[in-house]
């Protein structure tokens, strides 16, 4: 996650005129051969102007110091804050559909928070309590604006204003005024957005997400199908592109006192105007997910915006995904669902024929036309603008210096710094940042500045990008700003998915002088249990940035007196309440850092069970995951399942999409296609959780159970572990690269899995020396062994094949997963590569669609059959046989399915043989074809398509075979009605 520090005296001069170099050849060739690769040209992209020398060095990380001011579990799943202007911090979680959202409050003059109001949602699919923020008139008005979803009939979206009480420290709920709201979607995922600011005229701007899935057969491209027989959600032509919608867009209007609000001059589209929304100010956004107005700066706008999810680029469909921060200085059209990045194109996907159309103009004088019969807009879109910056998955050649990590990419809050010489803080950051721009990125923990050729963010060219607090720890920076003293205030949503963390945490980030402040870590063996409750306190990991020694004083009930000034005291609580006991640790110098833990006693946290799927489980796309969840507390007695939620969520490198919620009784949700390319991390997290009525004198507390689960087909580099190997980039590896330079008793851990239902495995190898044995083990590189392949030379590093060993396991239990290497090689030469594996077997997961599978025993007829391996054979429902093919083109392999049939669904497990082109076609007579699937880029493993069509017979019509032998399938399924 860091980035190295530069000192700009010399070495960032020359770095500044690398910087225009790279910028500059975006123009000359950067941009454009990433654009030829996917078809069309790219827009051009401004040449930086020469390079300018910066006369300071930034500061030093050792300057500022990380101030904890609230964090863990109770914070829920915090989303966004906002800084009162007497140092009170008001931040949201996002809540859910059954305990609602809630508004919470840091008082630093009391160094707690407390919750200011409670808010009732359908938060299903990132909806909830999302946005927040204070009218620039505050602290006359004390009027609070609020972006939430509120469980209401028809479906909606809501911007409302409440007002702050300051004597009580709450937002009346009673003082609610609807702003606006406007008509959404919760049938998938996802795409909400929901941050707000103002500029300087009173007017408030607000992030709609295009409320649209990037699943589906998107490929991870531009989500255009406009099949009427698919959910709209498939289509962000709607949404995004769709002038007659608020979705998808930067809105701006101007909130009267009235409670009311109207639309100021100079939005996108002029009051009035035919087959618009007036409210408009930015379309063209996937998932504008921060906004933030400069109102020093002419009302500049900056925004991040998280991008779609291919991992690579694909020749006749588009560019690999692109996440941007983007800038405008007056109203205009981005792009999405058309262009991104630099105003790369898509290609116009006919998405029934599986075919393009042609390029969508980006850059021009005119924009695309939207032609979704869903689009209730203009059909002549403005022209599309490019972004700032970008991150580009697979690596950014114009801006390197933010990939890191590459494959991962969720730009998040920009802002610019202004200095004030006359403020009286001594926590104010230094006038080296002045009128600079810095970034955050969710999903890749960093702070970084943009620099610019004329030094104004607000008019100047991006010339480079540099770190901002290297090697300062973040942990999923979800929202910044800076507060009224100078201070940088900090949101850090922790590691959780769609829901709360223990190392989710507020923060000030104070720039310092002369010694930084301790920092303060509590925790307990017991944080509930009834009276009398005995409580042993730790202080480890309390530190002192600057080396020194530490006092501590422990104030157990937080009523201000100390009761204990030992590290790591014990104390037994013998009344009911929640207690909150606070450490505070001091330096030499009377610096202090402080934290609460909170200890509820009178109440036990319920005990919540997960059933029906093994942790580590293996799954297969486009399959049902199914659990149940259970609860016993002993102050609520018998707790009914209903009352147990049940929730999954689709995880994606370091962050997750909501992807259902039900409860205990019986929870099923879809996996889906695959979501993103094979360069990106894939999963699924389950989560039970329940909270109790609470017991008398104290508070409710809530138990919660998580597990992930993991995808059938797994990249070799995405380790836990790595011991001895290297990763490789090669372009024919499935996600781009490969674990590579593999010696002689070296290994990789895997995560924990269950290999439940699995009972083969195939390996995607590469060797061009003699090669060795590949083992999976258990536990340890010695415990017991799964799985076993010998690899042989298969003639060079990137002649890949694919091998399979059937899989023995002791259990079915959750193990870590090992892959042990082995060989006899001389010298440094190499065993062999690890592109990927994959298992085969049902797994955990199972078929979904209405009733079974309907060619599972049905009579089958094909083209030719070799070594006896007969088409009954993938039909017959045993993952461990399969038809072969004679080694020519075409073949074919056609199941009766008994009746004519809806076709919705097939899954074509694939043995070592595939199809590289082949289509799925359906036939009432069996003499008549209709294609109802078809591809040219096959890659063998699994393939889940979607169908779209009626019939009695389907067939799978190969013509081109993707290796030397014919085709082989383990198993064909069919599902429809």
């Not at 654009?35 to 930086?48: E, F, H, K, L, M």
């Not at 094979?678 to 909270?691: H, I, N, P």
């Not at 269950?754 to 390996?763: D, E, F």
């Not at 002649?799 to 290497?821: C, I, M, Q, S, W």
């Amino acid at each position: 996650m860091s980035a190295f520090a530069r000192l700009r005296t010399v070495a960032g001069a020359v770095l500044l005129a690398f910087a225009s170099v790279v910028t500059a050849g975006a123009v000359d060739g950067t941009a454009g051969a990433a654009a030829t690769a996917a078809g069309p040209p790219a827009a051009s992209v401004p040449a930086a102007p020469p390079a300018r020398a910066a006369l300071l060095a930034p500061p030093a990380t050792s300057g500022f110091e990380k101030v904890k001011l609230d964090g863990g579990l109770s914070m829920g799943e915090p989303i966004e804050l906002s800084v009162l202007p007497d140092g009170k911090v008001l931040y949201i979680n996002r809540g859910s559909s059954a305990a609602g959202g809630q508004v919470r409050l840091y008082s630093p003059a009391t160094r707690t928070t407390s919750v200011a109001l409670t808010v009732q949602l359908d938060a299903r699919f990132e909806d909830g309590l999302i946005g927040i923020t204070l009218h620039p008139r505050f602290a006359a008005n004390r009027w609070v604006y609020l972006f939430y979803s509120p469980k209401v009939t028809p479906l909606v979206n809501r911007i409302s204003r409440f007002t702050f009480n300051a004597t009580a420290n709450v937002l009346d709920p009673a003082s609610e005024d609807m702003i606006i709201e406007w008509p959404t979607e919760r049938d998938l995922c996802c795409h909400s957005a929901g941050s707000m600011s103002w500029d300087s005229n009173e007017n408030l701007y607000f992030a709609v997400g295009d409320n649209t899935n990037s699943g589906g057969d998107s490929a991870g491209m531009a989500p255009i199908d406009e099949r009427t027989g698919r959910n709209p959600q498939y289509d962000a032509q709607r949404t995004s592109g769709n002038t007659n919608d608020l979705r998808g867009k930067i809105n701006r209007i101007h909130p009267e006192n009235n409670g009311t609000y109207t639309v100021p001059a100079g939005n996108l589209f002029a009051p009035g105007t035919a087959s618009t929304r007036p409210e408009i100010y930015i379309m063209g956004t996937r998932n504008p997910y921060r906004v933030w107005v400069d109102r020093q700066a002419n009302n500049t706008l900056y925004w991040g915006e998280v991008g779609p999810d291919a991992g690579a680029t694909i020749a006749n469909r588009g560019p690999a995904a692109y996440d941007e921060f983007n800038r405008a200085t007056g109203p205009g059209n981005y792009g999405w669902p058309y262009c991104g990045g630099p105003d790369v194109a898509y290609n116009d996907w006919d998405f029934a024929a599986n075919a393009p159309r042609g390029w969508f103009p980006c850059g021009g004088t005119a924009g695309p036309v939207n032609d979704s019969p869903r689009n209730t807009g203009l059909r002549q879109l403005p022209p599309t603008k490019p972004a700032l910056v970008w991150e580009q998955h697979g690596g950014s050649r114009e801006w390197p210096a933010l990939d890191n990590p590459g494959g991962c990419g969720s730009p998040n809050h920009a802002e610019v710094y202004h200095y004030n010489a006359g403020l009286v803080s001594d926590v104010k950051w230094p006038a080296y940042y002045d009128d600079k721009l810095l970034i955050s990125e969710y999903c890749r923990n960093w702070i970084k500045e943009v620099q610019f050729g004329d030094g104004d963010p607000s008019t100047g060219t991006p010339t480079i990008i540099e770190p901002v607090l290297q090697g300062m720890s973040f942990v999923h920076p979800i929202d910044m700003e800076f507060g009224p003293d100078g201070s940088l205030y900090l949101l850090e949503y922790g590691s959780g998915y769609f829901s709360g963390a223990a190392d989710a945490g507020l923060y000030k980030i104070n720039y310092v002088q002369g010694g930084r402040s301790p920092v303060a870590v509590a925790s307990v063996n017991r944080d509930n249990g009834l009276p009398p409750l005995a409580v042993t306190f730790s202080s480890a990991g309390s530190s002192d940035p600057d080396g020194e020694p530490l006092t501590h004083a422990w104030d157990f009930d937080d009523n201000g007196t100390t009761d204990s000034t030992a590290a790591n005291p014990s104390h037994t609580y013998t009344t009911a309440g929640d207690k909150r006991a606070r450490l505070t640790v001091r330096d030499p110098g009377g610096r202090t850092g402080t934290v609460v833990v909170a200890v509820v006693v009178g109440n036990d946290r319920p005990a919540v069970t997960l059933s029906g799927l093994p942790a580590g489980g293996m799954y297969g796309w486009g399959e049902n995951l199914t659990a149940t969840g259970g609860a016993t507390d002993p102050q609520d007695g018998t707790v009914p399942c209903a009352s147990v939620v049940v929730r999954a969520a689709l995880g994606h490198q370091e962050h997750a999409h909501e992807e259902g919620e039900g409860t205990g009784c019986g929870f099923t949700v879809n996996t889906g296609p695959i979501h993103a390319g094979l360069d990106a991390t894939q999963f699924f997290v389950m989560r039970s959780s329940y909270t109790d009525r609470g017991a008398a004198g104290t508070v409710p507390l809530t138990g919660q159970r998580e597990i992930t689960l993991w995808p059938k087909q797994w990249q070799a580099e995405h380790y836990v572990q790595l011991n001895g190997p290297r990763v490789i980039e090669q372009s024919a590896a499935e996600g781009g690269k490969r674990l590579g330079d593999i010696q002689n008793g070296e290994w990789v851990r895997h995560h924990p899995v269950s290999l439940r239902g699995i009972n083969q495995v195939k390996a995607r190898v590469s060797s061009a020396n003699a090669g060795g044995t590949l083992s999976f083990r258990y536990d340890s590189p010695t415990g017991p062994e799964v799985a076993r392949f010998t690899v042989a030379s298969t003639g060079g590093w990137d002649n890949y094949v694919e091998l399979t060993a059937p899989v023995t396991k002791p259990d079915d239990g959750t193990h870590d997963l090992y892959l042990v290497f082995s060989g006899t090689n001389t010298g440094t030469s190499a065993l062999y590569d690890v592109d990927s594996y994959t298992f085969a077997g049902p797994g955990v997961s199972t078929p979904s669609g209405t009733g079974t599978d309907l060619a599972r025993g049905r009579p089958v007829t094909v083209s030719s059959v070799a070594d006896g391996l007969t088409g009954a054979s993938a039909v017959d429902g045993d993952s461990a046989t399969r038809w072969g093919s004679a080694y020519s083109d075409p073949q074919w392999i056609t199941v009766d399915l008994g009746s004519s049939r809806t076709l919705s669904r097939a899954r074509l497990t694939w043995e070592t043989a595939y199809g590289r082109a082949y289509q799925v076609q359906a036939s009432a007579d069996n003499a008549t074809w209709r294609t109802v699937y078809s591809t040219t880029t096959g890659n063998g493993g699994v393939d889940e398509v979607a169908l779209n069509g009626t019939g009695r017979y389907v067939r799978v019509y190969g013509t081109q075979r993707g290796t030397q032998w014919g085709y082989s399938l383990w198993d064909l399924n069919v599902y429809g009605t």
